[in-house]
Every structure is written in structure tokens, then in C-alpha cells.
């Protein structure tokens, strides 16, 4: 098949992660759409990068509203008439940092679930048949080492004493889900993969991450651009694989 005309797809895409995300995999040659909520900051973001000569178009996809994720398979499916590449990127932290883990209320669990968790399930779901018609689908989900059981359990991991129960195990969600599907597409050409992009200078940590976001994007576009012979079901940063 002909790179070009692949296409991919990476929701949360107005800025930080996703937006680089698309720039990286739009630059190999593949039509990469750029998902975001805000229909002016998304047709923004994309035209900013079509400008530069990027095969990058906008798609409207609040990744929490159901409506808007029918409305986005129809898009896809008449626009285009496939999808290759899901990148499920979108992600919000709303853990209050001053708090125990006891401490967070049941609003800020339902809310972060609901975009980090049941969101990517429900757009996964949505676009599975384009993806499994696809020659070489491929579905990356944008983890958190923060999800990691096993670093959250050793004393000697980095992230032991950061406690943010809501986002963290949203996460660890996120990397169960990604081993149910890869398990259930096991035998097909799907590769279903789970990334932690790394600790990211972008907004979600006001800018205070250890690595830069082109670096930040990596991850994500290596498990998106996977060959044949590629992973299915791991969990990994830059290559790596991380514990569960
Ligand atoms: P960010 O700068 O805060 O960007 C988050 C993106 O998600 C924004 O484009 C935002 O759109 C979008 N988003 C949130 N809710 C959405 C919804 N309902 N529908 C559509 N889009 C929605 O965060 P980031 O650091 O780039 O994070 C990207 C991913 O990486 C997330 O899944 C995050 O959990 C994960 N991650 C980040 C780090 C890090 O160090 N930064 C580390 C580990 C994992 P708006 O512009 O409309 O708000």
C-alpha cells in the first residue's frame, strides 16, 4: 500500500502531544486528520500545518460527547472512505495536586473516566470496522507511566509518592483496555499498542515536563507507523517496554 494514501487520525490534536503528533506522522507522507473539540481552534491548528505543505485536514471530535464521534465516523467514511491510524490522545488531568487520594472527589473520578477512559473506548469502537478493513490498522492509546501498577507499588520508582488516583488510574485503564483489544485482534493485521509519551513540557503540567514535545510525540508515531512484523498489546516509552 501506498503511504499516501493511508490515512490517520489523532483526537486531542489542537495542541501539545497530539498537535506534534500529526505534524510527525502527516511529515512521512500519510493524510493525517486533526482531530480537536473547538471547530475554530482545530481548523486553525490544521491550516497551520497544511500551510507548510503537510497532507493535514481538521475534524471536529469532542471525544466525549457521543454524538460528536458518530458525527466524525460519517466524516471519515464519506470524506475519505478509511481509517488506518487511530491515535486515542486525548486526555485531561484534574486531580487537585494538595489532595490525598482519599481526598478526591467522585466528580473529578466520573470526569476524568469519562474523557481518559470511556471516551476511548467508545471512539475506538466507533471506528473499529474502518480500522479492521484496513490492510494495516493500527490503534495507539496515549498512556502515563502514571498508570504503571507496578511503579506505583516500588518504593524506589520515580513516581511512587505522586498520587494523583483519578488520572493515574484512568490510565492504568487505559493500558487493561489496550491488552483486552490486542488480545480479541490478535489474529487479524490490527496492532493495538499503549504508549507513555514521556514526562512532556505542554500544558497539562504547565510546561514543567523533563523532555521536549517533537520528542514527546515519538513515541506515539512509532507505535502508529508499526510494519507488519511490529508489537501488539505492549505498553512502551521510546522503544522500551514498561511494566504494567
Ligand atoms: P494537553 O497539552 O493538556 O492537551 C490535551 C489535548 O486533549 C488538548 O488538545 C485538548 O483539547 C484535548 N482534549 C481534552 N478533552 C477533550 C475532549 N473531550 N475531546 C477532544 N479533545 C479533548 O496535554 P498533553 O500533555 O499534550 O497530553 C496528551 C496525552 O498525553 C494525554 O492523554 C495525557 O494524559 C498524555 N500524557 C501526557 C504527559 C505529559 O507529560 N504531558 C505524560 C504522560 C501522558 P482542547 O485544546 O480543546 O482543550
Redesign the pocket.
Known amino acids: 500500500m501506498n503511504d499516501s494514501q493511508k490515512i490517520a487520525l489523532v483526537?486531542?490534536?489542537?495542541?501539545?502531544?497530539?498537535?506534534e503528533t500529526v505534524r510527525q506522522i502527516a511529515e512521512t507522507g500519510v493524510r493525517t486528520l486533526l482531530?480537536?473539540?473547538?471547530e475554530a481552534?482545530t481548523k486553525a491548528a490544521a491550516k497551520q500545518l497544511s500551510d507548510e505543505g503537510l497532507p493535514v485536514d481538521p475534524i471536529i471530535?469532542?471525544?466525549?460527547?457521543a454524538g460528536s464521534i458518530v458525527a466524525a465516523v460519517k466524516h471519515v467514511t464519506d470524506e475519505y472512505g478509511r481509517l488506518d491510524i487511530l491515535v486515542n490522545?486525548?486526555?485531561?488531568?484534574l486531580d487537585a495536586l494538595d489532595k490525598k487520594p482519599s481526598e478526591q472527589s467522585l466528580q473529578v473520578w466520573r470526569d476524568t473516566f469519562d474523557?481518559?477512559v470511556f471516551?476511548v473506548v467508545e471512539v475506538t469502537k466507533a471506528f473499529l470496522p474502518l480500522i479492521k478493513a484496513s490492510p494495516a490498522g493500527r490503534i495507539v492509546n496515549?498512556?502515563?507511566?502514571?498508570g504503571s501498577l507496578t511503579l506505583h507499588n516500588d518504593p524506589s520508582s520515580s513516581i511512587y509518592g505522586f498520587k494523583i488516583p483519578a488520572?493515574n488510574v484512568s490510565?492504568s485503564a487505559v493500558n487493561a483496555w489496550t491488552v483486552e483489544l490486542a488480545y480479541e485482534l490478535k489474529d487479524t493485521p490490527v496492532k493495538v499498542n499503549a504508549i507513555?509519551?514521556?514526562?512532556?513540557?505542554?500544558?497539562?503540567?504547565g510546561g514543567h515536563?523533563e523532555i521536549d514535545v517533537p520528542t514527546?510525540a515519538k513515541s506515539s508515531v512509532q507505535m502508529a507507523l508499526l510494519d507488519a512484523n511490529g508489537p501488539n498489546g505492549t505498553f512502551t516509552y521510546l522503544g522500551k517496554e514498561l511494566p504494567w
Do not use: C, F
Request: neutral net charge.
Open positions: 483526537t486531542g490534536a489542537t495542541r501539545g502531544i497530539g498537535l482531530a480537536g473539540r473547538d481552534r471530535l469532542d471525544v466525549a460527547d490522545n486525548a486526555g485531561i488531568l474523557t481518559n471516551a496515549v498512556s502515563s507511566q502514571l488520572y490510565k507513555h509519551p514521556g514526562y512532556v513540557q505542554t500544558d497539562m503540567n515536563g514527546g
